[in-house]
Every structure is written in C-alpha cells, then in structure tokens.
C-alpha cells in the first residue's frame, strides 16, 4: 500500500489559450510536484463552449488522467464520445437518463483515485440533489478507496462551503470550479477534507472568466445577450491546486494554491 497519493487538479481551461497554457505550464509543474494523477475541467475546453473529442484527445495527450466538466458539456456533437469516453466525467447530478458517467476510480499501479463530479443549483439548473447524490457516491467509492476528489461545479461560495463541511471526512478534497475565479480560501477541514472555493481558469489573462473583456463589457452595458469570444493572443495562465493524501485514510494532508503565468 503506497503511502501518499498526489494529485494535480487543473481550473476550468478555456479554449485554445488554454489549451497553449496547458502545454506550457503543465509540464514543469509535473516536473515540480510529480503527481501520480492529473485532472482538469474541461467544460470549457473546445473554443470557450464545451469540448470535443479532437480538443479531449489533446488534453490527454497533454498528459491528463481524467477531465471533468459542468454545465457547459452539453454540446450536441458531443455526446456520443461523451456517453462512451471513460476518462470524461460530467456532472453526477443530472436526472437519469443523461449521457456520460459522473464518476471514475483512476488507477497506477497500487494507487487508486476516486473522483466525482457534481453541479450546483443556485443559479444554476435545477438538478437532483448535490449534498444526497455526492454523500451517496462518496460512500459508494469509498467501498474502493478511501482517496475520493470531487469536483464540485458551482456557481455560489455558500452552496460550496456548505457541500464541503457536509462532506468533510467523507472526502479527500472538495474543489470548486465553475466560476473561473481563482479563491484564496484553500484550507484542509478539520475531518481531513481538503477544500477550496473555486480552483480558478486557465486561459487568456487579461480577460473576463477567459472570454473578451470588450464583449462582456458591452453585454453588461447593454444587457443584450451575446455569445462572448475567446480572444486569440495575450499572456496566458494555469490555476490550480496540488494535493497529497494519505493513501490508507483518504485523509488530506496538504492543498497547495498554484498559479502559472506569463
Ligand atoms: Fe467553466
Ligand atoms: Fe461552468
């Protein structure tokens, strides 16, 4: 039985300036941390709008174990790589029937990781129960390992805390992503569970969630909707967080805030 497990847990990468942050800064942090499992959220991944199959294969060819996802994954031509693919995850909490799976165990060698993925639902859609459904998994991998990450996708810090302290000794790590805003709250609960609010983005720096700061800027002004654009050039950066467990209890030892950039 090992003794620590390590993981690389990558924010929301958006689009190609994402992608480009991805090959630049992932590498050395591998390098930095030597993490047995990287996993990123790639709901945003294929032009700032969902991922495709070509923009998947790239990620992992990037050297990802597992994407995770949100309310973005939906995209049509998707779903049948989706309903099949086994290291892409969307959120677990859609009503049954939906494509895709909400849940992996990742495994080298003696190392076994368990993630889920969950959506939150202020402001957001109104979906079968995070706390219920999340609870229930985590027992359901724990029968497998005690090391389980949930990547919780949700818009409020309120519904994120309150998902962590529920689950706090029931997981190893409780991570937000979805609102593409890197939080300063990193913190290990006093039942073991490492949590951070929001991971944050990966993607083009100077702009607004990774989108261009021009458009969101006219939409707020008018209030008309618009599809924003991934802008094309500008500093890039990598947010994430680094986590070692200890193998035996799933219990956290350490979250480390990380961010890369030009
Ligand atoms: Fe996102
Ligand atoms: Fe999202």
């Known amino acids: 039985m090992p003794d620590r497990i390590r993981v690389l847990f990558v924010g929301d990468i958006v689009g190609r300036p994402g992608r480009v942050a991805v090959r630049r800064f992932l590498p050395p942090l591998c390098g930095e941390f030597s993490p047995d499992f990287v996993i990123g959220n790639a709901e945003n991944a294929a032009g700032g709008y969902g991922l ?15 994407l995770t996802s949100g309310n973005h994954i939906w995209r049509r031509e998707f779903l049948p790589y989706l309903a099949r ?6 959120p677990a909490n859609y009503p049954a029937g939906a494509v895709g ?5 990742l495994q080298k060698e003696d190392k076994k990781l368990g993630v889920i993925n969950l959506e939150g639902r202020v402001f957001m859609r109104s979906l079968e129960c995070p706390f219920r ?12 390992t005690p090391c389980v ?13 309150a998902l962590g302290w529920y689950l706090d000794g029931k997981v190893s790590a409780l991570l937000g992503t ?10 290990i609960l006093p039942g073991g569970t490492a949590y951070i609010s929001d991971v944050g983005m990966t993607g083009l720096r100077d702009s607004v969630i990774g989108m261009k700061k021009e458009q969101a800027i006219e939409m707020f002004l008018t209030q008309v909707p618009r599809k924003l654009e991934v802008p094309k050039t500008g500093p890039k950066k990598l947010e994430a967080v680094f986590l070692e467990l200890e193998a035996s209890t799933g219990k956290a030892l350490q979250i480390t805030r990380l961010r890369r950039e030009d």
Do not use: M, N, P
């Open 178 to 187: 979805h609102t593409h805003v890197q939080t300063g709250d990193e913190r």
């Open 149 to 161: 990450v949930v990547d919780f996708h949700a818009e409020a810090t309120s519904e994120k805390l």
């Open 101 to 105: 799976r909400g849940y992996a165990i």
């Open 85 to 90: 693919a086994e290291r892409v995850l969307r």
């Open 133 to 144: 459904q999340g609870i229930a998994l985590a027992e359901r991998l724990r029968e497998e």
């Open 52 to 66: 495709t199959e070509a923009v998947a294969k790239e990620l992992f060819e990037a050297g990802f174990d597992l």
